[in-house]
């Protein structure tokens, strides 16, 4: 079945610690998103990649790092730069046309800060 | 401006009743798309609906119906006969083709009680 991995479902890190969140879809879709959710809000956009090679900055993208080497692929990493990053993180991927646009999201990973 | 408001952050009824979330949005866009997902505990966010700007036709599919007013700018959602199932948090937003990127309101808690 196609979808969107996402793993670890939960990770702790430590203060100054960067660490990676993984995402993978197998729907052949060329836009990939990281959302943020925090308790009580809304998702907000983090960083969105609509071509490989090639991604753009969401709304909260101060702390963090992406890359998009492979279709597939597109991995978010929380650097210590980040000042509260104990969140729930979802990443999606879409087909984004005029008739068919769809958008899939993951399960989800939820970070903790220890 | 480009937002999505949801004005009720909790709703409690008792099963079998009747309920209408609500969804307001802002954007000067003439394309544009509207969604409804369903957030249970696991997390994971469930695709309910997706409207394009240019179909104003309401929709029911079983228990649930969407009423889409372009002139008030708004996409609400009424459950019929709740069920102690449709608790959840449940979140609309917009989105644009062009980007790809989704808007997301702050989200309904949705409590049925027994």
């Known amino acids: 079945d196609g979808g969107i991995t996402q793993s670890p479902k939960y990770l702790f890190r430590k203060e100054g610690q960067n660490v990676t969140l993984s995402c993978e879809q197998n729907?052949?879709?060329?836009?990939m998103y990281w959302y943020r959710q925090d308790p009580g809000q809304g998702l907000r956009l983090i960083y969105y990649s609509q071509i490989v090679n090639d991604f753009q900055k969401g709304d909260i993208a101060e702390g963090y790092s992406v890359s998009r080497e492979k279709k597939e692929s597109f991995p978010l990493t929380v650097t210590s730069a980040q000042k509260n990053p104990t969140a729930f993180y979802l990443c999606?991927?879409?087909?984004?046309?005029?008739?068919?646009?769809?958008?899939?999201f993951g399960s989800g990973t939820r970070l903790t800060v220890v | 401006a480009q937002k999505v408001t949801q004005a009720q952050t909790e709703i409690s009824v008792v099963e079998k009743e009747d309920v209408t979330l609500d969804c307001v949005y802002e954007?000067?866009?003439?394309?544009?798309?509207l969604f409804w997902y369903k957030q249970p505990p696991s997390g994971e966010l469930v695709f309910l609906i997706r409207r394009n700007s240019f179909d104003e036709q309401n929709e029911i599919s079983g228990r649930y119906s969407w009423n889409f007013q372009k002139s008030t700018s708004s996409f609400n959602f009424t459950i019929t006969a709740s069920q102690v199932v449709d608790s959840a948090v449940y979140f609309c937003?917009?989105?644009?083709?062009?980007?790809?990127?989704?808007?997301f309101g702050q989200g309904t808690t949705l409590q049925v009680k027994p």
């Open positions: 999606a991927s879409s087909n984004k046309g005029r008739t068919n646009y769809g958008y899939t």
């Open positions: 729907l052949n879709h060329d836009a």
């Open positions: 937003a917009l989105g644009f083709s062009n980007t790809g990127k989704l808007i």
């Open positions: 954007t000067r866009d003439t394309t544009y798309y």
